[in-house]
């Protein structure tokens, strides 16, 4: 029996469902020993290199879990310690208008880059077949719109740890949740990382899919299997799922999307995350859905991350807000939800669950059982209809796909406006 740390990490992380296909595995092996199948979207063993047991891989690895308490020092645990919240957009009209929610992002890269700050900055754009490609920017002119707007397919940024491992370059990063992670626990392992990496921007996580997402999203679209992605957000807020074949376009709105995404499609890993904010990245970013323009909503989690919000005032807008604004609501949502989803299925998983140090219990009490029942439901369901025979019937049947995966991602709300309408009917009658 093979009992290398690569062995370990393979058994207990990737073959258990827990990887987040984040790359940070690769990114710091020193000997190559991994590499990512992109066909498979999976990192797998490499056949050409021996591991030699240095143990970066499975110390950096953030499927396994993340020390809230411990990184968080009992300050505010679960929320991440937040400095301040506020509205964010780029003042650059173009990058507004090219941005998911309100381009600060890419305005606050620019920033970055125009004044030398740092030398580098790692970014997604679309790639073909469906594969985000891994960019590294030198300068604010390299920004281009392909490398704005949210891919909600994973990606495996942090192979990028290897680029910065070999430069003496100052480096920004932005990443999900379980990117930014996975650069913080390398950082432990490998400490010369921390003078590289002079800033983190998060984005907020619900989930990211697998590649077969989009393929269940064509097929609902009567669109051709080969059509082009042209974008996950694309066109007026919030944007819409595009394809283009052949000049024949069709999109569908992204939250229709979602019913499809992440019910049927969504990595298993993310249904056992916790971080919706972002919590350990110095700047944060989501979108301010209920208001319904190009705006971010913005949490500031470090000092560094304050002063760089400060400094970059002729790049970006900034209306700071506290809890007691209406806008806090859309934070609040983020981070419960997920928390509470994560934890209970981290609860409900048999055989192997990431090791974070909160736990279920820490949140009991916000949960009632009525709560509870809705979940184990949700979950229940979930994980029935993503079996692999009757995923593959429903394949075949993408509208009624679609009506199902509407009725599971916004359960228990039509359970409920149903059950409300069949009241009021009753009511009528009498
Ligand atoms: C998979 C995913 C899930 C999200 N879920 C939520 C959510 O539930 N709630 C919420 O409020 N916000 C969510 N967001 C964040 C939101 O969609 C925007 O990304 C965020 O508001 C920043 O917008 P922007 O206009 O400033 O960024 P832009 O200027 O458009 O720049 C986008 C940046 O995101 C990077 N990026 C794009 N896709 C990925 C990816 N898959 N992995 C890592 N980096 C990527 C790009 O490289 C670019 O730097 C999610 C984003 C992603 C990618
Ligand atoms: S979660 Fe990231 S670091 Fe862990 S195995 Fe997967 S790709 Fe590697
Ligand atoms: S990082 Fe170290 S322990 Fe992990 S596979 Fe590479 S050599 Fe082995
Ligand atoms: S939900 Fe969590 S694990 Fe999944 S992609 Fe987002 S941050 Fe990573």
């Avoid at 051709?224 to 595009?242: C, F, H, I, Q």
């Avoid at 506290?322 to 409900?348: E, F, H, M, P």
């Amino acid at each position: 029996m093979d009992n290398t740390v690569r062995s370990q990490l393979f058994r207990k992380i990737i073959d258990n469902d827990l990887c987040s296909k984040c790359g940070t595995c690769i990114g710091v092996c020193p000997v190559n020993a991994i590499c990512y199948d992109s066909n498979k979207d999976i990192p797998i063993i490499s056949p050409n290199a021996e591991c030699i047991n240095c143990n970066r891989c499975y110390a950096s690895c953030p499927g396994q879990g993340f020390e809230y308490r411990k990184e968080k020092k009992d300050r505010e645990v679960l929320v991440g310690s937040p400095l301040l919240f506020a509205e964010t957009y780029a003042k650059d009209e173009t990058i507004r208008k090219n941005g998911t929610s309100g381009g600060s992002v890419t305005a606050l890269l620019a920033y970055l880059l125009d004044l030398r700050i740092i030398d580098k900055a790692v970014v997604l754009s679309l790639g073909e077949s469906d594969r985000p490609n891994i960019n590294i920017l030198s300068s604010s002119n390299e920004i281009s719109q392909s490398h704005q707007q949210s891919k909600y397919y994973s990606a495996p940024l942090n192979l990028a740890i290897k680029d910065i491992l070999s430069s003496e370059e100052k480096w920004a990063v932005v990443g999900l949740p379980c990117h930014i992670q996975g650069i913080n626990k390398a950082i432990k392992t490998i400490p010369s990382l921390k003078d590289r990496i002079v800033i983190k921007l998060g984005l907020f996580c619900g989930y990211t899919v697998s590649k077969e997402a989009p393929l269940a999203l064509r097929r609902y679209l009567g669109s051709d299997l080969n059509s082009r992605l042209l974008g996950w957000r694309k066109g007026e807020y919030p944007g819409y799922v595009t394809f283009e074949h052949n000049h024949d376009i069709r999109k569908m709105l992204i939250y229709d999307a979602y019913c499809i995404m992440n019910v049927f499609y969504a990595n298993e890993r993310c249904f056992y995350c916790i971080d919706g904010t972002n919590q350990f990245a110095d700047l944060s970013f989501g979108d301010i859905h209920t208001f319904g323009n190009k705006s971010n909503v913005t949490i500031v989690y470090s000092e560094k991350g304050k002063e760089l919000l400060q400094d970059a005032e002729k790049y970006i807008h900034v209306e700071v807000f506290d809890k007691t604004d209406k806008r806090y609501s859309c934070v609040d949502g983020i981070i419960q939800a997920k928390r509470i989803k994560g934890l209970y299925n981290i609860r409900l998983k048999r055989g192997g669950v990431p090791i974070n140090d909160i736990c279920f219990s820490d949140i009991k009490e916000s949960l009632s059982p009525k709560g509870r029942m809705f979940l184990w439901i949700q979950r229940t369901l979930t994980n029935v209809v993503r079996k692999k025979y009757i995923l593959e019937i429903l394949e075949k049947k993408p509208k009624l796909q679609m009506i199902i995966g509407r009725y599971i991602y916004t359960y228990p709300s039509r359970v409920l406006a149903l059950r409300g309408l069949r009241y009021i009917r009753s009511k009528l009658r009498k």
